[in-house]
């Protein structure tokens, strides 16, 4: 009997994984998770950016706060923050990483591109995530005005209704120059912050991929953002948690803080901004970087398999 050998049927291994943007949602995902760390730190700051007077310390305006209205006080104006984060945030990462990968592809983007997308994502993060945002400063600083000024909002979604129905809808967009200029400032200086500490990480001191290189590059990216952002965000504070606005240009309100108050007084709460930017930021760039893991190792080659089939 004549054998008939027949080829070893091998299966032949998948392609290569090419570099692809992560999943539009992940940042803001990852941005969520670190909003229940940082949410009390967050009150505490906007409560010291709208002060006239010279602020306690943070670790006592807090006991204060719990003490007198308790733990749930902390928290008050969560939904906003997390809504803020599910608009504001997941465009931020969303088109940041989109827009890398359409100026650079797989390569290595270079700085000047890493300002260009990081620009482009800020400008309009900060646009979209304008009204939760006004919603959300509100929320957290009504614990602070006398009980006759106090707006109450139940939640985020309730926050806006009432706003379009009692003021108008364009109160929504209060502060839009300054938030958007913020939240351009927030993206370079996070963001781009992130990947340019990260490459100095990886390629010039030697460090691995992890968690301790994740952690540092985060935190020091998250010291450059509080510092940059400092002066927006006290101004962008004030307007948005006015009762009126009376127009002027957020520059000319920096010029009139720094003539009455002080040149001190545009850092105002650095010290609790950082306290709530530095874990926030640490916070969403580790899970960020476990979701990317995550979908790298499992979801993108089971899709691909499909594929395939």
Sequence with gaps: ?????????????????????????????????????????????????TRSL????????????YHTEG?????????????????????????YDRFKWMVAGDKKPTFSQLLICSTAAGILGGAFGNPSDVVNVRMQNDGQLPPAERRNYRNAIDGMIRICREESPRVLLRGLGSSTNRAVLMTVSQMASYDVFKDLFLGK???KEGLPTHFATSLLAGLVATTVCAPLDVVKTRI????????????RIMLHMVKTEGFGSLFRGWMPAFVRLGPHTIVTFMVLERMREWHTQWIRPANQTLETL
């Design 54 to 65: 010279r602020p306690t310390r943070m670790v006592k305006t807090m006991w204060t706060i």
């Design 205 to 207: 001191l030697g460090w």
């Design 1 to 49: 009997m004549s054998k008939h050998t027949t080829p070893s049927q091998t299966t032949a291994p998948p392609p290569p994984l090419a570099a692809a943007p992560q999943p539009f949602w992940f940042g803001g995902a990852a941005s969520c998770v670190a909003t229940f760390v940082s949410h009390p730190f967050d009150l505490t700051k906007v409560q010291y950016a």
């Design 240 to 251: 948005m948690s006015a009762h009126a606005h009376d127009g002027k240009h957020p520059l």
């Design 71 to 95: 733990v749930r006080a902390l928290y008050s104006g969560l939904s906003a923050s997390l809504l803020r984060q599910g608009t504001y945030s997941t465009i931020r990462f969303g088109l």
